[in-house]
């Protein structure tokens, strides 16, 4: 019988887990993660070759939590703030990249967007707020600002965010800080100046919303959280796990047999071959089958309404190239609105914002394809994927050379869609968190998909165990 009992046990290394891991450790918490791939990390990988430095999963945050700049400081680390044009975004339109507007002047004389939708523009500050809390992005955006806007700022930014589409997103659930806007200020023109305007506390201050990487990429952030709690706390290529409620507030973890050798004693009890391990807490930092599957004890109902979440497939192709021919790029990325329709979402341009990602006058780039509304990009071979890339680089971006490094990330649940089916899910958590005390979901199914979003929620998991921890036994 294995008496080995923790007070956490996180399923999960990515950002969300390890963040919780590192407050945990740190108020000196016995604490496990279990992570079902081969290193911790998530979806975050900073991979380095010949001369390029390339993210394979996010390129980079916004500075948007406290927390955030909280985690960094206690990590020793810097945000590695991008060239200044980083604010600069590019809109493709009948074949050229048309700068998206900054500002109200910028958006009355942009060819982006319709005369009509000019006027609308001005008058947003006059509009009546909306009431119906389930509205869609779309929904509320072509009410306050016209289907122009809708098309070549919405639909492509939440391409860039969400891979998603707006038509389905609801607002309150995916920009829960533009539904705020909104309904406190009566608009989002009014409510951003309020805002800017508002005195800030010191901390809050560097709360910039400014796009960061961390120097030599966004795995040092990960790295820097292994280090933090400890690599001997980290289990990878944990196998099968399955969760099993042993009394209230007690968890038992069934791990499969073959991956579980270095991570615990065997378990008489269990009446298995496989290994188990106990808590008192438990935290899930991701969704999917992966969820449900962990979790075999929760209700049907409970199953399907977790499992309506669907994910937007995305695949990332990192382009490298030792010498830049094409047009001189100064901007963070350009993205490709729907109604243009080609083969990919959008190109982030990570050289021209940060330092060492290419060799000499090389560029860097990250071109994005898929997302909800063209799950087919997933079914090509990585060779088409890689064609389709630099296709889209040569006409785009007017490159004449072919690039001398290409490689080819697939994420078949990148990013969650918090749509309509988003308050029976939220709902689920609140009832299963109620129901079996010390079970925490967390992850990227609740409370934002943004790496300062995962980062804010771990911090606050973390509060919440360790106040349950000090209260029970
Ligand atoms: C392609 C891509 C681009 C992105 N771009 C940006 C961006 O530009 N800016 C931004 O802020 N955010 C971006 N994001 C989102 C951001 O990367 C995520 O919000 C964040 O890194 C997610 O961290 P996480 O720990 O919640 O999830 P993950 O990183 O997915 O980690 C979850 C971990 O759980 C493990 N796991 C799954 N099932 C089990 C199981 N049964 N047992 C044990 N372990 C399990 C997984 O292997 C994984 O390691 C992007 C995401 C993707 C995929």
């Known amino acids: 019988m294995n008496n080995e009992m923790y007070d956490t046990i996180i399923l999960g290394a990515g950002l969300t887990g390890l963040t919780i891991a590192h407050y945990l450790r740190k108020s000196g918490r016995r604490v496990l993660v279990l992570e079902k791939g081969e290193r ?8 380095s070759e010949n001369g390029f430095v390339f993210e394979a999963g996010p390129n980079t945050g916004v500075i948007s939590s406290v927390e955030l700049v909280r985690l960094m400081d206690e990590l020793g680390l810097q945000f590695e703030v991008p060239h200044q044009f980083a604010n600069a975004r590019w809109i493709w339109k009948k074949r050229r990249w048309e700068p998206l507007p900054s500002g109200l002047l910028s958006a009355i004389r942009t060819p982006l967007f319709t005369l009509t939708d000019k006027f609308r523009i001005l008058l947003e500050p006059f509009r009546a ?27 492509p930014f939440i391409s860039g965010i969400y891979a998603g ?5 609801v607002t309150r659930y995916a ?19 309020a805002k800017a305007r508002r005195p800030k506390p010191a901390e809050e201050k560097r709360v910039t919303r400014q796009v960061f990487s ?50 615990a004693r065997p378990d008489d009890s269990a009446g298995t071959a496989g290994y188990a391990l106990l808590t008192r807490t438990l935290v899930t930092t991701f969704g999917g089958p992966s969820l449900l599957d962990t979790l075999p004890f929760i209700k049907e109902v409970e199953k399907e309404n977790l499992g309506a979440l669907r994910y937007a497939k995305v695949v990332q192709v990192a382009a490298g190239y030792s010498k830049w021919d094409g047009v001189p790029v100064r901007a963070f990325g350009g993205l490709v609105p729907t109604c243009e329709r080609k083969d990919i979402l959008g190109i982030l341009f990570p050289s021209a914002l940060f330092a060492h990602r290419a060799p000499g006058d090389g560029a860097l780039m990250s071109v994005f394809m898929g997302g909800i509304k063209r799950p087919d990009i997933f079914e090509l071979s990585d060779e088409q994927l890689k064609a389709v890339a630099v296709q889209h680089i040569r006409e785009m971006m007017q490159a004449r050379r072919d690039p001398d490094l290409l490689r080819v990330y697939r994420y078949p649940q990148a990013i969650p869609q918090y749509d309509a089916t988003s308050s029976r899910r939220l ?19 609740r409370d934002g998909i943004g790496m300062s979003d995962r980062v804010k929620q771990g911090a606050a998991v973390a509060r919440q165990i360790g106040e349950y921890l000090e209260v029970t036994v």
């Open 175 to 193: 920009m829960p800080k533009l539904y705020a806007l909104e309904q406190n200020y009566g608009s989002f023109i009014k409510g951003s100046i």
């Open 427 to 445: 709902k689920t958590i609140t009832d299963l968190q109620f129901r079996y005390p010390g079970l925490l979901l967390a992850g990227n199914i």
């Open 165 to 169: 589409d707006p038509a389905q997103l």
């Open 40 to 47: 911790p990390g998530g979806v975050i990988q900073t991979c």
């Open 214 to 263: 961390v120097e030599g990429g966004l795995s040092r952030l990960t790295g820097a959280l292994v280090a933090s709690v400890g690599a001997e706390n980290i289990r990878c290529n944990c196998g099968k796990v399955q969760v099993e409620e042993v009394e209230t507030g007690r968890y038992r973890i069934h791990l499969s047999e073959s991956d579980s050798r270095q991570t």
């Open 129 to 155: 707020k909306g009431t119906n809390p389930d509205e869609t992005l779309a929904q509320l955006v072509v009410r306050r600002m016209g289907r122009s806007f809708l098309n070549y700022a919405v639909d």
